[in-house]
């Protein structure tokens, strides 16, 4: 087992990691969408993906640990069926595909629902979101999860109109992505990219993980739902920008 020695991958990987434990904690959930495009800067983004995988397990169960019973789980037997759909589709299509399209798919759906958030408002009295429209979000979610960890902004399209309080929306969202995130495993394994040197790198990257969910959970407890929510858009405008800028970059290439 080896590990990368250049430098310059941890100087983005080090933040990458912070950044994704503070989103495991549902503060600023945007955020952790832009881990893999970070690392990725250093590394191509199979490999980033890879490296990330043990550090996710890591934050995953340190999530559930700290909202082990803030969760709806009414929402999560609907969810999960559906994002292992997209684990499924993710695993097939893996070979055939640019990641770079997928992550401006992404971005660029990420944006559109930010712009429809906010030119259109939902009223208080409005309706939550289809079941239907739901299941193709919550799918998605899983694809672009599988991909490159990219899973939030989707399935943050459907929750976040369900008006779920702060609390409830991170250990929701914590229980999700546990699942999902174990899931990826085998198919990882399947396709070579669990090999010694993403895993030894990984073990270096691990004691980070629990800094940034405690970072996130400080955070979570003592915030404003409305000042949540800010920041949770925030986070999704970013990693659309991101998402989409390095889509048109390879495209280019």
């Given at each position: ?172 969202m914590a229980y999700f992505f ?76």
């Amino acid at each position: 087992m080896t590990v990368i020695t250049d430098w310059g991958f941890y100087v983005v990987a080090i933040p990458a990691v912070l950044l994704l434990g503070i989103s495991k904690s549902g503060f600023g959930a945007g955020f952790g969408s832009l881990a893999v495009p970070l690392m990725a800067l250093s590394v191509t983004v199979p490999q980033a993906a890879a490296i990330l995988m043990p550090v996710l397990l890591v934050m995953d169960l340190l999530g559930i640990a700290a909202f082990r019973k803030d969760f709806d789980r009414r929402l999560l037997t609907f969810l999960l069926p559906w994002g292992l759909v997209g684990i499924v589709i993710g695993t097939l299509s893996f070979r055939l595909m640019r990641v770079e399209w997928v992550a401006g798919i992404v971005g660029v759906f990420t944006l559109a629902f930010l712009a429809q958030r906010l030119l259109f408002p939902p009223r208080a009295d409005s309706a939550p979101p289809p079941r239907w429209w739901g299941a193709v979000l919550t799918a998605t979610s899983g694809f672009t999860s599988f991909v490159a960890h990219a899973g939030g902004p989707p399935v943050n399209a459907y929750v976040i109109p369900l008006k779920l309080s702060p609390i409830v929306f991170t250990g929701t969202m914590a229980y999700f992505f546990f699942v999902i995130n174990l899931a990826k495993w085998v198919p990882y394994a399947w396709l070579g990219l669990l090999d010694g040197r993403n895993l030894g790198t990984s073990l270096v990257l691990l004691p980070l993980a629990p800094v940034g969910v405690w970072l996130g959970v400080r955070i979570a407890r003592r915030i404003d739902q409305k000042l949540f929510y800010r920041f949770i858009y925030l986070g999704m405008l970013l990693t659309g920008v991101k998402l989409v800028w390095d889509a048109v970059a390879a495209s280019l290439l």
